[in-house]
């Protein structure tokens, strides 16, 4: 298995004080900063993938906060983890933002990586508990979705992250091979190897 891709930590941006941002669609003010920035900063809202980033590192911050933790939530199962790991990845982007050429690949690229780290470090890689739960509220698909999501959360991490980046993060084979540093054609091994295990998971 290829090890996670080295990323610079850069340098680190002392706290106001201030709680962690919570998983809310109201995107909470960055940690480094003691106020909220300017109306335009606050409604900047590009999508992640393809638009050009706002210019500054905060409205950056704002518009993609969201997107990243519920990248990171269904890659962890965890939301205060998913939180941690986002926050952290945006301190290390913070320091070179401005050299960045693709901000917005560059931090999905640290999130990823950093949720494997996680489940490499703690030795739950291949943890086969289900422990992702994302359903709808009542409905006659709730036991189905969470029967989806625990059949995801038991995929080896890379395949699961294929799968996530692909059907989720609507990413191409290469655009994921960038961020999972192999390419695309492991790329489609390891979804069509998911895919296969998912369904056979859900016929048995």
Request: glycine share 8%; with cysteine.
């Amino acid at each position: 298995m290829e090890a996670a891709e080295a990323v610079p930590a850069g340098d680190v941006v002392p706290t106001t004080g201030e709680s962690r941002p919570v998983f809310s669609p109201s995107v909470p003010h960055p940690p480094w900063r003691g106020s909220g920035g300017t109306k335009e900063e606050a409604t900047a809202n590009p999508e992640l993938d393809g638009a050009p980033p706002p210019a500054s590192f905060e409205a950056f911050y704002i518009a993609s906060y969201d997107s990243l933790v519920r990248l990171a939530y269904i890659l962890t199962s965890s939301r205060e983890l998913a939180e941690d790991l986002v926050q952290d990845s945006f301190v290390r982007l913070h320091g070179h933002y401005d050299g960045v050429e693709a901000p917005d690949r560059y931090i999905r690229r640290i999130v990823v990586n950093a949720s494997r780290s996680h489940f490499r470090s703690t030795g739950r890689e291949r943890d086969k508990r289900p422990l992702l739960y994302v359903v709808p509220d009542g409905g006659e698909s709730a036991g189905a979705t969470a029967e989806l999501n625990d059949v995801l959360l038991s995929l080896p991490y890379r395949q699961r992250a294929a799968v996530v980046l692909r059907f989720y993060s609507d990413l191409s084979e290469s655009e994921i091979g960038e961020v999972l540093g192999c390419r695309p054609g492991t790329v489609g091994s390891l979804i069509h190897r998911a895919l296969r295990r998912m369904r056979k998971a859900l016929e048995s």
